[in-house]
């Protein structure tokens, strides 16, 4: 029996890869079914949200649009800074995820995921993107919307949780050309070498060295502190 097409591919991967006008411009699609249509139509939103189009996004999604559409005007308000609205997208958002037949809906989870997240409301975020889609989404969205993470580290995480390593590590090459110091660039060279088999003592010894806080530097420390005792344990 044959699959059953992707007709949403394009215009995912446009997305995804952050070619998001490309995902505009190639979103008008043959739809055979009401999700297709309001995921394609999330994707297209989102698109405009990620170029700064917020207002395009508030004024065209009405109120008998589908939640998962609603829950992104919420993002396009919420990044607008509307802060008058603020109080509201998080209790609209809490009625939803409330509710037992819309609360594990994919967008809907990860765009909670993303509000919160700039609420730096954390373990309730991650909760959400967690239960909201697969591991490269939730990475893409959390890194490139919501940290303060180049665009080259928000993909090369993406990448690095998808296993294309070599891309990883060529897109952090990028980003350590704009900034050889920043703290989530070294960190994101230590996991990628250990993953592809390079040393990364540099770039540990780089970030204990200027960023001596990161969470990075204090799991490393914790570790190496529990080896010693575990050494000295049996000498």
């Known amino acids: 029996m044959a699959a059953t097409p992707d007709h949403l591919f394009s215009l995912r991967n446009n997305f995804y890869l952050g070619a998001y ?25 989102r698109s405009y949200i990620a170029l700064g189009s917020y207002q395009l996004v508030i004024h065209e999604i009405d109120d008998s649009a589908a939640t998962p559409l609603q829950a ?13 609205r603020q109080e509201s997208t998080i209790s609209s958002l ?19 995921g993303i509000i919160l997240m700039q609420e730096e409301d954390y373990n309730e975020a991650l909760k959400h993107t967690n239960a909201g889609g697969t591991m490269e989404l939730n990475c893409y969205v959390l890194t490139f919307f919501v940290t303060k993470v180049s665009k080259e580290n928000g993909k090369a995480v993406c ?42 003592s540099r770039y540990l010894s780089q970030l204990k060295l200027s960023h001596p806080d990161h969470m990075l530097v204090k799991r490393a420390s914790s570790a190496e502190n529990n080896f010693r ?4 344990s049996v000498a």
């Open 21 to 45: 006008q490309a995902a505009i411009n190639t979103s008008d699609l043959p739809i055979f079914s009401h999700d297709d249509s309001v995921e394609r139509d999330c994707l297209v939103y």
């Open 159 to 200: 990448c690095i949780h998808m296993g294309n390593f070599d891309e990883a590590e060529t897109l952090l090459l990028e980003a350590q050309n704009k900034d050889a110091k920043d703290p989530e660039t070294l960190a994101n060279f230590v996991v990628c070498s250990l993953h592809i088999g390079k040393s990364s």
């Open 72 to 84: 992104v005007k919420l993002l396009a308000l919420n990044l607008s800074s509307l802060k008058a």
């Open 94 to 112: 809490k009625e939803w995820l409330a509710d037992s037949a819309i609360a594990n809906n994919s967008i809907l989870r990860l765009i909670a």
């Open 229 to 232: 005792r575990a050494v000295q």
